[in-house]
């Protein structure tokens, strides 16, 4: 990102301002903000679901203004925090997260063992051709937390994706089970840019590098200790959460 801005159609003040920042292949970086602070903004905008209207973003060197849309959606597996929980099988629901290959069940295995969800899964009725939802008969509800990771397991789903995004999606789980579903991301992710947006330090402080926003715009950046010891805004944070596991 280089020097991005945006507003929102019909919003009077800007949603991201001169937002400068850089993730190598192989690096996770975490974003931290209070709500509206253009994390999920900064997402929609490196998947060009928007366009800066300053600045601009660079993926390989080149502005992703230039590559193809669909070209450029197959080297991304994001995952946001409203995820859509299909009325479809559990497979489809899995397969969901790359549509060329939306019936391939060996796809769905592979995906759900690294999204963590094979072992409900397997548990299940008919395992991956178990109908889900209650618009159909006999299908079968979820809980929060097994629903999120069927959405993880999508974002697996693309083989070719070397961004992956989690934009707080383990919200319905606790922090330990979080910080666990999070090293096992960091672990399938290895070789590729792993983002991250979550509320919770115990998942952030794991991030090689840590972003801080704030108004749409970048106050603190480094890595967990080195954030500490600036004792601000992020050192603060980290403190009050900390504060309440004690």
Do not use: C
């Not at 990102?1 to 690096?27: D, M, Q, R």
């Not at 903004?41 to 590559?67: H, N």
């Not at 995820?83 to 290959?101: I, K, P, S, T, W």
């Not at 974002?155 to 961004?163: P, S």
Request: net charge negative.
């Amino acid at each position: 990102f280089e020097a991005v801005s945006f507003t929102y159609p019909g919003a009077s003040h800007p949603a991201l301002s001169n937002v400068t920042l850089h993730i190598s292949p192989g690096k996770s970086l975490a974003l931290v903000g209070e709500n509206g602070s253009g994390k999920t903004t900064l997402i929609k905008l490196l998947t060009r679901l928007y366009s800066p209207e300053q600045g601009r973003i660079l993926l390989d060197g080149d502005d992703i203004q230039d590559w193809n849309p669909e070209t450029l959606r197959t080297r991304i597996g994001v995952i946001f925090q409203d995820f859509v929980r299909f009325q479809m099988l559990v497979g489809e629901n899995v397969g969901a997260g790359d549509v060329n290959f939306f019936k391939d069940e060996q796809r769905w295995q592979e995906a759900a063992e690294k999204g963590m969800a094979t072992p409900f899964i397997e548990k299940m009725s008919e395992g991956f051709h178990t109908q889900l939802g209650r618009w159909f008969k006999g299908g079968q509800e979820l809980s929060g937390g097994q629903w999120q990771k069927i959405a993880l397991s999508r974002a697996f789903m693309r083989k070719e994706a070397d961004i992956l995004v989690l934009d707080e999606p383990t919200a319905a789980m606790d922090a330990e089970a979080e910080a666990t579903v999070f090293e096992h991301f960091r672990q399938h992710a290895q070789d590729k840019m792993a983002i991250v947006i979550s509320h919770r330090f115990s998942t952030v402080r794991m991030a090689d590098q840590i972003i801080v926003m704030d108004g749409g715009s970048i106050i603190e950046s480094g890595s967990h200790t080195e954030l500490l010891t600036e004792n601000g805004r992020y050192a603060h944070l980290f403190k009050l959460q900390a504060a309440g596991y004690q």
